[in-house]
């Protein structure tokens, strides 16, 4: 029962309110255009941002293990939205960051503990999976709500860049989590439903499960698909791939301007 979460466990970690506390007033610099150091506060406002969503990501796997029945995650500090409490602070923050910076890519994170001995029903240990990806997916409808509602009149370019790119890796966050793979939550989704004999055989291969999936990205053939893929599902929401790669060059200000991108 849910009584039994002390409500200290339920409150907000001044680390995660920190954390949107940069990604606000990056925003604010980005929006502003502050001390002419757009492409920094680009960086600061995505980086931020995309650390909140990872932070609500993990939230949402806890929540709704809550709410099936793990009463546990209270006491773990899941709840509190705080990202040093996760079991492997390296695989949801550090390691999804990272590979932002490098290759413009949405890492799925995923390292909150769930008791699944505590659950019962299958479509809830689906539900508990599945409640992660569903979250970028929510924040990826947020960040182009301006595009596919025709509002952007009066959004600096700069802003409507970064948020072109910040939902790039919601989408692929949510793409590369919901994939059936041993590891991930699309296999979490999946595997309640599988028998024991299965579960037992797939079971060895979860460690490795991103690692072959990012592995199978570097395959050009493979690499041009996926990011047709989200290119496409951008598109839907109102985002031309321009916009995104754009979005990426401010991000990564390190390496220049890209003379097709003007925020002026």
């Known amino acids: 029962m ?17 954390i949107a506390a940069v990604t606000a007033a990056a925003g604010w610099a980005t929006w502003t255009g502050f001390a002419q150091t757009t492409g920094l506060a680009v960086f600061l406002f995505v980086t931020g941002a995309w650390i909140v969503s990872l932070c609500l990501h993990e939230y949402a796997h806890a929540r709704t293990a809550l709410h099936s029945g793990d009463i546990s995650v209270g006491a773990k500090g899941y709840l509190t939205l705080n990202p040093l409490k996760y079991t492997h ?19 799925p994170g995923g390292a909150v503990f769930i008791e699944r001995g505590r659950i019962r029903g299958r479509w809830r240990h689906s539900l508990i999976s599945a409640a992660g990806p569903l979250t970028n997916i929510a924040f990826a409808v947020v960040c182009t709500a301006p595009f ?24 692929t966050a949510a793409l590369l989590n919901f994939l059936p793979v041993p590891g991930l939550d699309g296999y979490g989704v999946i595997e309640p439903w599988l028998s024991h004999k299965i579960r037992r055989q797939v079971e060895p291969f979860a460690p490795f499960g991103l690692l072959a999936v990012f592995g199978i990205l570097w395959i050009p053939e493979v690499n041009i698909a996926f990011f047709d893929a989200i290119h496409w599902a951008l598109s839907a929401l109102g985002i031309e791939e321009l916009e995104s790669y754009c979005g990426q060059n401010l991000y990564r200000f390190w390496q220049g301007d890209s003379p ?3 925020t002026g």
């Open 2 to 18: 849910t009584t039994a979460i002390k409500r200290s466990d339920r409150r907000v970690s001044p680390v995660f309110l920190g």
């Open 89 to 107: 602070a390296l695989l949801s923050i550090v390691l999804p960051v990272v590979f932002v910076i490098m290759g413009g890519i949405g890492l």
């Open 260 to 262: 097709v991108c003007t």
């Open 148 to 171: 596919w509602l025709d509002a952007l009149d009066g959004v600096p370019t700069a802003f409507r860049y970064a948020l072109a790119f910040l939902a790039l890796l919601q989408v």
